[in-house]
């Protein structure tokens, strides 16, 4: 069994006049993060691995995860191919993970992101929101083997909200 959960990085904005890989998050993108990821933190999942693209919006976002999860930072890696807003990309990447990683959490970008929650997952969302988690699970053990699994949670910032 293998699991996936992809967290579209936080709101991030768009007043500094910087490179897009150098945007920043917004407030409510440092709080949304903080919100899924102590709903994430409380189920108590075992982690293998976390991959971040190198975004600064994504970076700070797995920083978030990270450290509410008490993640160790020697199981963390910063990979180009999640830079991408197809879906082309990170689907290879994911084919090409580590068999002996079972659960791994990626953080990055739309479209790319709601096109993986769609295409391998079995319920259908029109749109990950910044801060979104989806978890999809596959029976597979081999991750280059990945198909249409099942969309195991969706966690959205705005149903944590009062």
């Avoid at 910087?18 to 075992?46: C, H, M, S, T, W």
């Avoid at 990309?89 to 993970?97: E, H």
């Amino acid at each position: 069994m293998k699991n996936l959960i992809i967290v579209r990085h936080g709101k991030s904005s768009w007043e500094y006049n910087v490179k897009d890989k150098d945007r920043p998050l917004k407030e409510r993108g440092i709080n949304d993060a903080f919100l899924v990821a102590n709903v994430l933190r409380k189920q108590q999942l075992n982690i293998d691995y976390m991959f971040s693209s190198p975004a600064n919006r994504a970076l700070h976002t797995s920083m978030i995860f990270c450290r509410e999860l008490i993640f160790p930072f020697s199981k963390f890696q910063i990979s180009n191919e999640l830079y991408d807003f197809s879906g082309e990309n990170v689907l290879s990447f994911l084919k090409s993970l580590d068999n002996g990683l079972n659960t791994v959490v990626i953080f990055g970008h739309n479209y790319a992101f709601t096109h993986i929650a769609n295409s391998l997952g079995n319920n259908y969302i029109e749109n990950v929101p910044t801060s979104g988690l989806v978890h999809l699970q596959f029976n597979i053990k081999a991750w280059s083997l990945i198909t249409k699994g099942v969309t195991k949670q969706i966690i959205f910032p705005k149903q944590l909200k009062a």
